[in-house]
């Protein structure tokens, strides 16, 4: 990747990607993916709503203030029964435009509940805005410069979809990775590499038929292991919510969007938001091959049902009569089946000593 990252940053990076296949030959899917967002997240105003901000897409945190005030309000209430340790830490990977985190910091002070507020996140425009929301919030390129000390309560939305994968294709040849190259016309296409990759599939997948796909994340799990750990050191909390399946499955997840529209994955490196589906099954393994407690994995809809949503989007139209329509649709789109209800989960994690969330079912 360092040769990419030399490159003048205005540079357009699909001719960049294509001076390297060139001169290399093809190059990973998992290379492709990863670059292409790193520029990504680094130039573009990614979040809004159409016609807002250039935004490409939209998060629950823009939806409604009721999504991250709840998720205070979650952690509030396990941060007192753990027994109000001191200091706390605030964590939040991938922060975006720091709404969540205001939200969020604003409930959590209604109950004596004041951590400090670390936010993970490498683009300097994004910072500046979260900066503005989240005064005094201190910033981090990843996780290891965030406190050993004092338990940590942290929150993902929306950050592992965006960790680049690897996709391993059965051939009649056996398991390959795919590759990405460029066709007579210019064009990215996906290719098997050569390589043989069988060794890098689980034993019992090895004799999937021919054409299956299988897509792993290096770089979710290297995240995951290092989060457990800490949880199991420190103590604390963490909510990692997001796209994704609990059972395993084949074939790829990958989609790219651009002004919220659907674009081929390889279409506008750089310049549209590559993810794929959370696979929460493994994420579960990988915090309890960590000694964290794995308090489970349910649908974003469940959640905040459990958490109060529905009384609070009423106290709130309560409140501001004006607005319920909007509130109510805010609500729906957080919560609904055929909205962001089910796709999305909540998968929760906490130190082994800390006690069982919200949310997530009897101990």
Excluded: C
Excluded at 34 to 42: A, I, K, P, V, W
Excluded at 48 to 73: K, R, V
Excluded at 348 to 360: A, I, K, M
Aim: charge should be negative; glycine fraction near 10%.
């Amino acid at each position: 990747m360092s040769d990419l990252r030399e490159e003048d940053g205005r540079r357009d990076l699909g001719d960049t990607f294509r001076r390297l296949i060139a001169s290399t030959g093809p190059i990973s899917l998992m290379h492709f993916m990863g670059e292409s967002n790193l520029r990504y997240y680094n130039d573009r105003k990614v979040i809004g709503a159409p016609g807002e901000h250039g935004g490409d897409f939209i998060t629950a945190p823009e939806i409604s203030q009721m999504f991250g005030e709840l998720i205070g309000l979650w952690l509030a209430d396990l941060w007192i029964r753990a027994g109000r340790t001191e200091p706390v830490h605030y964590v939040e990977l991938g922060p975006g435009r720091g709404t969540l985190a205001a939200d969020a910091q604003r409930a959590m002070k209604r109950y004596a509940l004041e951590p400090r507020m670390h936010l993970v996140e490498g683009s300097r425009r994004l910072r500046d805005e979260q900066q503005a929301r989240v005064p005094g919030a201190i910033h981090h390129r990843d996780l290891s410069t965030v406190p050993l000390e004092g338990p940590i309560l942290l929150v993902a939305n929306e950050f592992l979809d965006a960790m680049p994968v690897r996709q391993l294709v059965k051939t009649a040849n056996g398991w390959r990775e795919i590759m990405v190259a460029v066709d007579a016309a210019g064009n990215f296409v996906e290719t098997p590499g050569r390589q043989p990759m069988d060794s890098a599939v689980p034993e019992a997948r090895r004799s999937d038929p021919a054409g299956t796909v299988i897509e792993t994340s290096p770089a979710a799990a290297t995240i995951m292991f290092e989060v457990a750990g800490r949880l199991a050191k420190q103590g604390g909390a963490a909510l990692f919510i997001d796209y994704g399946y609990t059972h395993g499955r084949s074939g790829s997840t990958l989609q790219a969007v651009k002004d919220h529209r659907k674009i081929g994955v390889l279409d506008a490196p750089g310049d549209a938001d590559i993810t794929a589906h959370v696979d929460f099954a493994q994420m579960e393994q990988i915090a309890r091959s960590r000694n964290a407690r794995v308090m489970g994995t349910v649908t974003q809809g469940s959640w905040l049902t459990a958490l109060g949503i529905r009384q609070r989007a009423d106290a709130l139209a309560e409140f501001a009569p004006q607005h319920r329509e909007a509130l109510m649709r805010a609500r729906d789109r957080l919560i609904a089946p055929d909205q962001m209800g089910e796709l999305f989960k909540v998968m929760g994690l906490t130190g082994p000593e800390w006690p069982q969330g919200v949310g997530f079912g009897e101990s």
